[in-house]
C-alpha cells in the first residue's frame, strides 16, 4: 500500500509539472500584456515595470525562474493587484471557495442520494418519476444560468437571501445550491441504478431468508454495496463543482479561487493564472488519489488483494 | 405424525407485459417433521417458485393466486411481513443455487453469521461468536476463528456453501429449504455437500425440502418424491414407488434421461423431446401430452386428476384409470 501511495505521489509530480509547463507557454502566448493602459505609459516606465517583473527577459528564462522559485515555494508576485505575493492570495482566497464548494458537495450528496435511494425502493412511483425529472433538469441546466435565476429572483425579486456578495453564513447558501444541483443530479442517477442492481442481488435474497427486517437488508446489505461503486463518482463530481465555481463565485461576487483565476486570466496575469492553475490541478489530482484510497478501505475485495500484492 | 407444512391448492402468478404467467397451477404437498421431501422437474416448472413462496420471498410481480400453507398453526399466506421475518430463519431457513453470488461480498463471513443469531436467538456479540465458531465447526469448516474474519472471495465455492448452511441452521430452524444446493458446484463437492446435509439433518432432527433436478441425489437422500411439470404436480410418492413403480410417462422420461452404469459410450443419453408448455398460455388438458408417447385422445381434453395408487404414492395420468390399457406396465419392466 505504501508503495502503491509512493508511486501515485511520483506520478502527480511529473503530470503536475506537464500541467505547469503547459500552462506557462500558453498564458504567455495569449494575446496582450499583463499592463493597464498600455498604449498611455511612456516607453521607459513601460520598460521598467517589465523589467522590475522579469517580463523583458526571453520566454525561456522566465520559465526557468519561475520553477526554480516553485522549489522555494514562492509562486510569485501578483501583476494585477500591485506585486502582491500569489501564495498569500491563494490562502486568504481558499476559505471562500473550500466553504462553498465543501457545502455544495454535502448538500448535493445528501440530497442526491435521498432521492437516489427514494427512487430505488419506490421504483416506477411518483418519486421516483419526480427524482428522474429532476435530475435531466439538473443535468441539463448549466450551474451559471441557474446561479443567474436564483440571484435574481431568491435575491433580488423575493428578497429572501443576498443576491450577491460575501460576509455573512446567508451569503454562501445560494452559491452552494447553484454549485449542489449538478452533484443532486448526477448522484441520485448513479445511487438508483447502483442500488437498483443491488437490489436484485442473490446476497439480499439471503438476507431476507434470514429474517432479517427490510429495512436492516436495505441499510446493511444494500447501501454499503450500493454506495462502493458511487465512491468513485466523487471525483468527477469534485471537478465539477471546482468548474461550476469559476462562475457560480463570479456571479455571486464571492472572492474566491474561481472568481480569482477568471479575473487573472482576463487581465493577462501571468504568474495568478499559473498559481491558480497549479493549486487546482494539486486538488483535483490529491482528491482523486484519497478517493482511490477511500475506495480501497472500503471494498475488502481490493483490500486484501492489495495486502497480499505487497 | 402431522406435518410441518402443508401446501393446499397453491397457485403463483407472475404479472408481465404479456400477461399472467402461471407459474404454479394447484399444488399440494406435506412435509413431516424430521423427513426429506424431494422435488423435481425440469427447469421453469416452478420449483423455485414454490420454495419462494414458502418463504415468502417472491418478486413483488408475483401473487398468490390462491391457496394457503400450514405451517404448524399458521397460514403463511395470510401472515404479516412483520410475522414472517420472525419465521424466515427461526422457524423455516433456505439456502440457494449459487453459493459464489449468495454471500454479501462486502461483510465478514462472522458478520453475516452473526446477524442470523442476534436477531433469532438474542445472543450478545460474545456469545454470538462462540455459537457461530460451533456453526462452522458443524458445518466442516476448519479453523473457524479466523473464518469469521474472512471476506466470501478468500473460500471456495464448496466453502461458502458450506457457510450458507451455517447461516440457514444459525436460527435452529424446523425446516430447511434447499434449492439445488449442488447444482453450481464441482462434482466431487457435490456428494460432500449433500452429505453434510443429510448428517446435518439427522443431528439437527430438520425436515429437508430438497429442490433439485438430479435424481440421483434423490434416490441417495429422499424419503419421498414429488415429480413437478408446468407447474402441476404430476407423480407423488415414496422413494421406492417412484424408482420402482413408476406411473407417470413424464417420470419415466427422467429417468431414462439418467446415465447408467451398464449404458455404453455410444448411447447417449435420452432427453425427453419436446418442451414444457407456455405458462402464459397453459394447456387445460394435460400439459405433458405433446411430449407423451402414450398419449391417448382424452389425454388432449380433459386434465387428469391426481390419484392415489397407494396410500402415499399419487399420479395424475389417464394411464392409471382403470379403463385404460394396460400395455405401459410392461414397458416400465425397462427393456425398450
Ligand atoms: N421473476 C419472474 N418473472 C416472470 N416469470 C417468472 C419469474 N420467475 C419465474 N418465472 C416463471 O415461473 C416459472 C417457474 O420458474 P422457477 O420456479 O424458477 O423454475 P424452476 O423449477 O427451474 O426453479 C418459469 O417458467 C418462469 O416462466
Ligand atoms: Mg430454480
Known amino acids: 500500500m505504501t508503495f502503491y501511495i509512493l508511486r501515485r505521489l511520483i506520478l502527480m509530480m511529473v503530470t503536475l509539472l506537464l500541467i505547469i509547463t503547459a500552462t506557462f507557454f500558453l498564458v504567455h502566448s495569449l494575446p496582450g500584456t499583463p499592463l493597464k493602459n498600455e498604449e498611455k505609459l511612456p516607453p521607459e516606465i513601460r520598460d521598467q515595470i517589465l523589467h522590475e517583473y522579469g517580463l523583458d527577459q526571453p520566454l525561456y528564462v522566465q520559465y526557468f525562474r519561475f520553477m526554480g522559485g516553485l522549489f522555494k515555494a514562492d509562486l510569485g508576485k501578483s501583476l494585477m493587484y500591485d506585486g502582491r505575493d500569489i501564495s498569500q492570495m491563494l490562502k486568504e482566497r481558499f476559505f471562500a471557495s473550500a466553504f462553498i464548494g ?189 478517493i482511490d484510497i477511500l475506495y480501497g478501505w472500503i471494498d475488502p475485495r481490493i483490500r486484501v488483494a492489495g495486502r497480499r500484492g505487497e | 405424525m402431522t406435518p410441518l407444512l402443508t401446501v393446499n391448492n397453491l397457485h403463483v402468478s407472475f404479472h408481465s407485459y404479456q400477461g399472467e404467467i402461471q407459474a404454479v397451477r394447484g399444488i399440494h404437498f406435506a412435509v413431516k417433521p424430521g423427513e426429506t421431501l424431494a422435488i423435481v422437474g425440469e427447469s421453469g416448472c416452478g420449483k423455485s417458485v414454490t420454495a419462494q413462496t414458502i418463504m415468502r420471498l417472491l418478486p413483488s410481480t408475483a401473487k398468490i393466486v390462491q391457496g394457503e400453507i400450514r405451517y404448524e398453526q399458521q397460514d403463511l399466506t395470510q401472515l404479516t411481513e412483520v410475522k414472517m421475518e420472525s419465521i424466515r430463519g427461526s422457524q423455516i431457513a433456505m439456502i440457494f443455487q449459487d453459493p459464489m453470488t449468495s454471500l454479501n461480498p462486502t461483510m465478514t463471513i462472522g458478520q453475516q453469521l452473526m446477524e442470523g443469531l442476534r436477531k433469532h436467538l438474542h445472543l450478545n456479540k460474545r456469545l454470538a461468536k462462540k455459537r457461530a465458531e460451533e456453526l462452522l465447526s458443524l458445518v466442516g469448516i476448519s479453523n473457524p476463528h479466523l473464518r469469521l474474519k474472512q471476506y466470501p472471495h478468500q473460500l471456495s465455492g464448496g466453502m461458502r456453501q458450506r457457510v450458507m448452511i451455517a447461516i440457514a441452521l444459525a436460527g435452529d430452524p424446523k425446516l430447511l429449504i434447499a434449492d439445488e444446493p449442488t447444482t453450481a458446484l464441482d462434482v466431487t463437492i457435490q456428494a460432500q455437500i449433500m452429505e453434510l446435509l443429510k448428517s446435518i439433518q439427522e443431528k439437527m432432527g430438520m425436515a429437508l425440502l430438497l429442490i433439485t433436478h438430479d435424481l440421483g441425489i434423490v434416490a441417495e437422500v429422499a424419503d419421498r418424491v414429488m415429480v413437478m411439470y408446468a407447474g402441476k404436480i404430476v407423480e407423488h410418492g415414496t422413494v421406492d414407488e417412484l424408482f420402482q413403480h413408476t406411473k407417470h410417462p413424464y417420470t419415466w422420461g427422467l429417468l431414462r434421461s439418467l446415465p447408467q452404469l451398464k449404458q455404453s459410450r455410444e448411447e447417449s443419453l435420452v432427453a425427453i423431446p419436446g418442451s414444457p408448455p407456455d405458462l402464459l398460455h397453459p394447456p387445460k388438458a394435460c400439459p405433458y401430452v405433446n411430449r407423451c408417447l402414450q398419449a391417448m385422445v382424452i389425454c388432449d381434453q380433459t386434465p387428469p386428476e391426481l390419484t392415489a395408487c397407494s396410500s402415499t404414492h399419487q399420479v395424475a395420468c389417464w394411464l392409471e384409470h382403470p379403463m385404460a390399457s394396460k400395455e405401459h406396465e410392461n414397458r416400465a419392466g425397462g427393456d425398450e
Open chain 1, 102 to 290: 465543501f457545502q455544495g458537495i454535502l448538500i448535493g450528496l445528501i440530497i442526491g442520494g435521498g432521492l437516489g435511494i427514494l427512487s430505488a425502493l419506490y421504483q416506477g412511483r411518483w418519486i421516483d418519476n419526480f427524482a428522474t425529472s429532476t435530475s435531466v433538469l439538473g443535468v441539463s441546466i448549466p450551474s451559471f444560468v441557474l446561479a443567474g435565476l436564483l440571484s435574481f429572483w431568491v435575491g433580488v425579486k423575493w428578497g429572501i437571501l443576498p443576491p450577491a456578495l460575501w460576509g455573512s453564513y446567508a451569503h454562501t447558501i445560494m452559491p452552494s445550491l447553484s454549485l449542489s444541483v449538478a452533484v443532486i443530479a448526477q448522484f441520485s442517477r448513479y445511487v438508483r441504478t447502483e442500488l437498483v442492481e443491488v437490489l436484485n442481488q442473490d446476497y439480499i435474497k439471503t438476507a431476507r431468508a434470514k429474517g432479517l427486517s427490510k429495512a436492516a437488508v436495505i441499510w446493511r446489505h444494500g447501501l454499503r454495496n450500493a454506495l462502493i461503486p458511487a465512491v468513485t463518482v466523487l471525483g468527477p463530481l469534485t471537478v465539477n463543482i471546482l468548474t461550476g465555481s469559476l462562475v457560480v463565485e463570479k456571479i455571486f461576487g464571492v472572492p474566491g479561487m474561481g472568481a480569482l483565476f477568471v479575473d487573472s486570466i482576463i487581465n493577462n496575469d501571468y504568474t495568478a493564472v499559473l498559481g491558480t492553475t497549479i493549486f487546482y490541478s494539486l486538488l483535483i489530482m490529491i482528491s482523486v488519489l484519497l
